[in-house]
């Protein structure tokens, strides 16, 4: 890597990710001198009139994600149109000279660029819950939406059938609460690069097991890339 590392932080919902990114960069960056690495941010939804944002809302049983508008509000928009919306802004993006993009968000579909490497959210956290579902005697997830309950299902084969719940980081639920329905489980993955570490240590302070926060892993790959 050069002396400086640019990365596009790329999200499904609108930009500033003031959420996510920040806490991310904090620990991207830990003890590395300054300007040492630089970043911009991208979003799907940016720029969107309110007409624009209605028309790439989920339909019922449509598969859907949740991301989060500039004005820190929920939105949950189809799977399918931010899929195609996202691919053109990457390839919009793979020609602006960034080192790395990371694609902040679980779940996401993308087709390969030419110049750019690309770290995937979802490849990233799907690897570790596959690999520590293996010894898990019982693996909790929680991810924002209940309709993506069975999204998760769908997309993985797991051993010792999972329990999962529902708690959006972004409309304000309980995830303590939530997270004591998992009781029982002896591994617990925040699915959503959304939840962040205040919400991690409710969910610890909820239930007595390790629980591993999605930003947190592409963080510390990130980390270790630059």
């Known amino acids: 890597m050069p002396s400086t590392s640019k990365i596009a932080f790329v999200t499904i919902g609108q930009t500033p990710r003031v959420d996510l990114v920040p806490e991310m960069m904090a620990e991207i960056t830990v003890g590395l001198p300054e300007g040492r690495i630089v970043h911009q941010e991208f979003g799907v939804l940016d720029g969107m009139s309110p007409a624009e944002l209605d028309a790439m809302r989920a339909k019922d049983g449509e598969h859907s994600f949740a991301t989060r508008l500039a004005s820190g509000e929920e939105i949950v928009s189809s799977k399918a149109l931010t899929e195609e919306k996202l691919n053109v802004l990457l390839q919009k993006i793979d020609g602006e000279g960034f080192d790395i993009i990371v694609l902040l968000c679980t779940g996401t579909r993308i087709d390969p660029l030419k110049n750019t490497l690309v ?56 995830m303590g609460e939530r997270a004591k329905l998992l009781e029982g489980c002896d591994l617990i993955v925040m699915h959503c690069m959304g939840y962040s570490a205040d919400m991690h240590e409710t969910v610890r302070n909820a239930i007595d097991a390790p629980v591993l926060l999605s930003r947190r892993l592409v963080a510390g790959v990130v980390r270790q890339m630059l």
Do not use: C, M, W
């Not at 959210?121 to 579902?133: G, H, M, N, W």
């Not at 993506?148 to 769908?154: L, M, P, S, T, V």
């Open 119 to 174: 770290v995937e959210a979802q490849r990233i956290v799907d690897s570790t819950v596959e690999a520590l579902a293996a010894s898990a005697r019982k693996l909790g997830v929680i991810v924002p939406l209940e309709r993506q309950i069975r999204d998760f299902e769908e997309r993985h084969i797991l051993p010792g059938n999972p329990s999962l719940v529902s708690a959006s980081p972004y409309a304000g639920d309980d």
